[in-house]
């Protein structure tokens, strides 16, 4: 099978992971990274090119797929300077915070014919994926209920909170996706309650860091997501679906399985700490399955559509916290614009 | 001090179950009597219970009986309880007292002016358990209460003719959790969004009611909770609480029959939860009796009261105008009447 030629732009925290992750991949190599604030030695050290310039890499007729891991705010510009070039591009999501800017981006990813996958990742985690197999297999049935719990350990800086687009659209974007992923289904309509409780500097900033989501599914099923900023104790990450013959659970996972006995009580590990740890799997089996869509030349696991879907969900549960409704979901364009 | 005289009106399921409680684990309590229109004497009799009657006002008529414990069919509760509290007798009343605010509120007034005690059984109150997490939760183990998620499935779906009269299922089981968020908070809840669904049993639809809920709610206190119901498990009865905190989260599992694990070659195996609230919540029935007749005998407020009732019930009406209207609904806002029209 070819080897997929790659390049990494944005060079932050996620870039560097997904950089590392396709280095010795056995169907991909990374030929260049793109960051403003590279250290070149990082990366030329071990044969990647660094380059301060995206055009690099846009330019370069060698690279096949590009990873877009730069700011948000530059996601949606990269990947239709990407798919203009011919390159299939895996994006991390969000595309953009504006879901007509996201539609926009689609248009030029459908009309260039290359191949997009956003970076929902959890889709990808060998628990989560055992859930959605137990649906697909029917061992519970007729999904009824999906629950998720997705706490963070610590809340981010206020002004990362500012430019973040609000939690839902932030954080519990990546439920959304997971409801939907999980159930099979689309989300109808929207309530979200939102409070302040753990950081008052976050309500000074516009938004919520405690929230519930209650979301009603177009088969009929029901969701409900329950988000905190803060989980003193680790990152906490549980689902369960429930259905007509029973119900899955998944629950956290802990750096190591030990059960310490003495007289102050019985104790635990405390859950992996944050996404990096939780989640390292999934990372490099997202990457897997885009560079194996582009070798096998099928439609990348997680679409255009599957990034825009969660985004309109995430706008119309900010519109239900504010005006204290039930708010329906925009319908998102047909899926014909898709990409192949 | 001898043990406190007490008549039973009511002896279907609930009303069995707490005689026998009575005989086998109240030590402080003998039952004088059983009325039932379908009385089995001779099953009174083996239990050395020396009263059974078809006539509920034999009962209230014995000066010895100090206290009795109401279990007829909801719809007569009420009738009872102010027939009991002209008698003279302390209450024990099971859920619901009734599913209208002002017959509660009668039920209230008719026992305050005969100045007996009113107990509801809410018998979660008395699970070990949830009794452990309140208290955690009140002295601030977790720190400050952001979240509550009570997890409340049967078994089996029930009968269509139970659901029929039932008063719907915000009034017949989710009370339950209205109450059990109240006691686990120390809050009141402020404002609920509620959905119902039918994906158990088409017949329950039918029948005007849902099978499937989930409940948002925001309390005074400013946390959010999250309660979700499912009329069929088939894996048994699940009854789950979880508190979180600022300094951290609460979890109550659910209690199993046997703590054996099988590992075996297609899966590592547990019990299931017990199959239903009698086995699961088999102590605390044991318990809210216990307390009842405690406070009985010592005069002290009883544990769980009709103004509890009263706000599950406030709870359950706001739920009920949520689902239908579609929109979050504030319990003051919730009308009188919204329990009165069937389910």
Redesign the interface.
């Known amino acids: 099978m070819r080897k997929i030629t790659t390049a990494v732009v944005g060079a932050g925290r996620i870039g560097t992971i997904h950089a590392n992750n396709l280095i010795g991949m056995p169907g991909a190599r990374v030929k260049t990274v793109a960051d403003p604030y590279i250290v070149p030695e990082d990366w030329s050290s071990r044969g990647i090119v660094p380059t301060l310039d995206p055009a690099d890499v846009m330019e370069d007729p060698e690279i096949d797929a590009v990873l877009i891991c730069s700011p948000t705010p530059t996601h949606a510009e990269f990947t239709e300077q990407a798919a203009r070039a011919g390159k299939h591009v895996f994006c991390e999501k969000p595309i953009a915070l504006d879901p007509d800017r996201v539609r926009t981006t689609l248009e030029v990813v459908a009309h260039a014919g290359v191949k997009l996958q956003v970076g929902f990742n959890r889709r990808f985690d060998p628990t989560f994926s055992r859930l959605r197999q137990a649906v697909v297999d029917g061992e519970i049935g007729d999904v009824h209920l999906v629950k998720i719990v997705a706490r963070d350990p610590a809340p981010p800086p206020p002004e990362y909170v500012r430019d973040s687009g609000g939690m839902f659209l932030d954080m519990t974007i990546h439920d959304f996706d997971m409801v939907r992923f999980l159930s099979g289904s689309e989300v109808e309509e929207v309530q979200a309650f939102g409070a302040v409780l753990v950081d008052p500097t976050i309500g000074e900033a516009g938004d919520v860091d405690t929230a519930v989501v209650t979301l009603k599914l177009t088969n009929g099923a029901l969701a409900v997501i329950e988000n905190s900023r803060q989980a003193v104790f680790g990152y906490d990450q549980r689902i369960e679906v429930f259905g007509s013959r029973g119900g899955i659970e998944a629950f956290n996972e802990s750096p190591c399985q030990v059960r310490l006995r003495t007289e102050a009580g019985i104790r635990g590990s405390n859950p992996l700490y944050f996404f990096l740890e939780r989640y390292q799997r999934s990372f490099v089996a997202e990457l897997e399955a885009f560079i194996n869509s582009i070798q096998e030349d099928t439609q990348p696991p997680v679409t255009g559509q599957d990034g825009l879907i969660p985004l309109l969900i995430g706008v119309a549960a900010t519109r239900s916290m504010r005006e204290n409704r039930p708010v329906r979901v925009d319908s998102p364009p047909p899926p014909s614009t898709e990409a192949p | 001090m001898k043990p406190t005289a007490v008549g039973v009106v009511g002896v279907g399921r609930i009303g069995t179950m707490h005689t026998l409680n009575l005989v086998r684990h109240v030590p402080e309590a003998r039952v004088k009597a059983v009325a039932s229109p379908r009385i089995d004497p001779a099953w009174a009799d083996e239990l050395g219970i020396p009263v059974a009657t078809t006539e509920a006002d034999v009962l209230l008529r014995d000066p010895e009986i100090e206290a009795v414990v109401i279990a007829t069919p909801s719809g007569r509760h009420v009738e009872m309880i102010r027939r009991a509290a002209r008698a003279g007798k302390h209450i024990f009343c099971e859920k619901p007292v009734a599913f209208e605010e002002e017959r509660i509120e009668d039920a209230i007034a008719a026992a305050k002016a005969a100045g007996v005690q009113l107990q509801v059984g809410f018998n979660r109150r008395f699970d070990p358990s949830i009794c452990r997490l309140a208290e955690a939760v009140h002295a601030g183990e977790v720190g400050?209460l952001?979240?509550l998620?009570v997890i409340n499935?049967d078994p089996k779906a029930p009968p269509i003719d139970f659901v029929r009269r039932s008063g719907g299922m915000f009034f017949d089981f989710t009370i339950h959790d209205f109450d059990v968020v109240r006691f686990i908070s120390g809050s009141e809840i402020e404002?609920l969004?509620a959905?119902g669904?039918v994906?158990?049993d088409p017949e329950i639809g039918a029948a005007g009611d849902i099978d499937?809920?989930?409940i948002?709610?925001?309390l005074t206190n400013?946390?959010?909770?999250?309660i979700?119901n499912?009329r069929?498990?088939?894996?048994g009865y699940?009854q789950r609480f979880e508190a979180?905190g600022?300094?951290?989260?609460l979890v109550v599992d659910n209690t199993q029959p046997t703590t054996m694990e099988s590992y075996l070659k297609n899966g590592v195996f547990t019990d299931k939860p017990f199959p239903g609230f009698v086995e699961r919540y088999q102590d605390a029935f044991i318990r809210e009796l216990e307390s009842f007749i405690t406070c009985v005998r010592d005069g002290s407020p009883v544990k769980v009261t009709a103004e509890d009732a009263l706000a599950a019930v406030k709870a359950a009406a706001a739920a009920k105008i949520s689902a239908l209207e579609?929109?979050?609904v504030r319990l003051s806002d919730a009308p009188m009447t919204a329990g009165r029209t069937g389910p």
Do not use: I, M, W
């Open positions: 400050d952001h979240g998620r499935r404002e969004y959905v669904a994906l158990v499937t809920a989930v948002t709610a925001r400013g946390a959010l909770c999250v979700d499912s069929q498990t088939n894996y699940d979180f600022s300094k951290g989260n579609n929109r979050p």
